[in-house]
């Protein structure tokens, strides 16, 4: 399975889900933890090592300009530069084949015949939450 980018990841919850992210984003804070909000935050974790990858790749480029010169200092910039690069290189392709395989495990059910789909459809992994039991008889 490929590694995914988040803007990947962000279209297939929108197709999931039948709403733009940004949406689902607003829908999911009113909502009690499930399925969505985990999915967003993955999506969230899986961009955000996307960014540090494109910030330390960058630093670690202008540290290492050959129009640079390295000593000592610069060395352990470069090396701490490198770490966390990796480092976030490892959470990417973590977040990616994490996010990959949940999306890959849920679909969206077709409406009903004769019936127009619901505002937010809701994958078949993901059931309501069922109703608190209440007791049939008092408690002692």
Same mark, same amino acid.
């Given at each position: 399975? $490929?590694?995914? %980018?988040? %803007?990947?990841?962000?279209?297939?919850?929108? +197709?999931?889900?039948?709403?733009?992210?940004? +949406?689902?984003?607003?829908?999911?804070?009113?909502?009690?933890?499930?399925?969505?909000? /985990?999915?967003?935050?993955? *999506? *969230?974790?899986?961009?955000?090592?996307?960014? %540090?990858?494109?910030?330390?790749?960058?630093?670690?480029?202008?540290?290492?300009?050959?129009?640079?010169?390295?000593?000592?200092?610069?060395?352990?910039?470069?090396?701490?530069?490198?770490?966390?690069?990796?480092?976030?290189?490892?959470?990417? +392709?973590?977040?990616?084949? %994490?996010?990959?395989?949940?999306?890959?495990?849920? *679909?969206?059910?077709? /409406?009903?015949?004769?019936?127009?789909?619901?505002?937010?459809?809701?994958? /078949?992994?993901?059931?309501?939450?069922? /109703? $608190?039991?209440?007791?049939?008889?008092?408690?002692?």
């Amino acid at each position: 399975m $490929p590694d995914l %980018t988040s %803007t990947e990841i962000a279209g297939r919850i929108e +197709d999931l889900y039948g709403a733009p992210l940004t +949406d689902l984003e607003a829908h999911a804070q009113d909502r009690p933890p499930g399925m969505l909000a /985990a999915l967003l935050g993955m *999506h *969230h974790e899986l961009a955000l090592a996307e960014r %540090t990858i494109t910030f330390h790749r960058d630093r670690l480029r202008r540290l290492v300009h050959p129009d640079r010169q390295l000593g000592g200092h610069e060395v352990s910039h470069v090396l701490d530069c490198a770490r966390r690069l990796t480092e976030a290189v490892a959470v990417h +392709d973590v977040q990616a084949r %994490t996010v990959a395989a949940v999306l890959q495990s849920l *679909h969206r059910e077709p /409406a009903p015949q004769g019936q127009a789909p619901a505002h937010t459809p809701v994958p /078949a992994a993901s059931p309501a939450v069922p /109703a $608190p039991a209440t007791p049939s008889a008092p408690s002692r």
